[in-house]
């Protein structure tokens, strides 16, 4: 099944900012519960926004999110003492994101996830700067599983991101992240592969007709995760349609309950 993390309770975001400011636990408990009820696989909390408060907002978030919903948690944070803190707070083993192959984010990082019982999401980027090229992605996601597997992660708990770059700044983007997860889920059997999908729509007009076929073509290559807006429901309805499409559904029933539930219509 595909895994959907849902990246709305982010500060970045202007009213999640204001909310987490105000300690406004309305509000983001009805975010989170919407997000699940529209299908996400994990709530992503990322609380870095408010320079100088990540550790209280984000301990104010996971517990007012924790109060509202059984899913597991995405814990997002460059920072690894507020990653375990929150490791520390979670009810349930966690998605860690994430891991790169920058020296000085990868040494504390390893030290950091060493026998912890969690999932990682793995960046395919180092210190040269972002990928260029599918070997660029594949060479370095190689890499990140082999240390990974090396600290015992096992490869259905590592989930690659090969750095989705937007189409607007060069025309082979799009076709250079596709042919790389293909090859990552051919060539590094067992792993995931996600990262978020709106970035191939930076700077286009209507982002979210691109998004949506985006995600299809994509899904078609083995993209079995993406950090989005479970709240789309035209992408939602993408993703349950792709998914049938690739076998994943038996007897389609998970389509048909959407298209009687009026969450995917023609």
């Known amino acids: 099944m595909f895994t959907v993390i849902g990246e709305r309770i982010n500060t970045t975001l202007k009213k999640v900012r204001a909310a987490t400011a ?116 594949f060479n370095r996601a190689k890499t990140l599983v082999t240390e ?12 690659i991101d090969p750095l989705i770059q937007p189409m607007s700044v060069a025309a082979e983007n799009g076709t250079i992240v596709m042919n790389a997860v293909e090859r990552i889920m051919t060539e590094l059997k067992g792993v995931h592969t996600t990262g978020g999908l709106s970035n191939i729509s930076y700077g286009l007009p209507q982002r979210k007709m691109v998004n949506r076929v985006f995600l299809a073509m994509m899904m078609a290559r083995g993209y079995d995760s993406a950090i989005m807006d479970p709240m789309d429901r035209e992408i939602m309805a993408v993703l349950k349609t792709a998914d049938m499409i690739k076998g994943n559904d038996n007897f389609c029933m998970n389509y048909i309950k959407g298209v009687r539930a009026g969450t995917i219509v023609g």
């Open 148 to 159: 990974l597997e090396n600290i015992g992660f096992k490869r259905h708990d590592i989930f």
């Open 22 to 137: 105000d300690r406004d636990a309305d509000y983001i408990k009805d975010d989170v519960q919407k997000q699940e009820a529209a299908g996400a696989t994990y709530i992503d909390v990322n609380a870095g926004a408010r320079i100088g408060h990540e550790e209280e907002d984000m301990i104010w978030l996971l517990s007012v999110i924790q109060d509202t919903t059984q899913l597991p948690l995405c814990l997002d944070s460059p920072d690894p003492a507020i990653l375990e803190m929150a490791y520390g707070m979670v009810k349930q083993a966690p998605l860690i994101n994430s891991i790169s192959l920058e020296k000085d984010r990868f040494d504390p990082m390893i030290k950091y996830l060493k026998g912890k019982e969690c999932r990682v999401i793995a960046l395919c980027m180092d210190d040269s700067g972002m990928p260029k090229s599918v070997d660029d992605i």
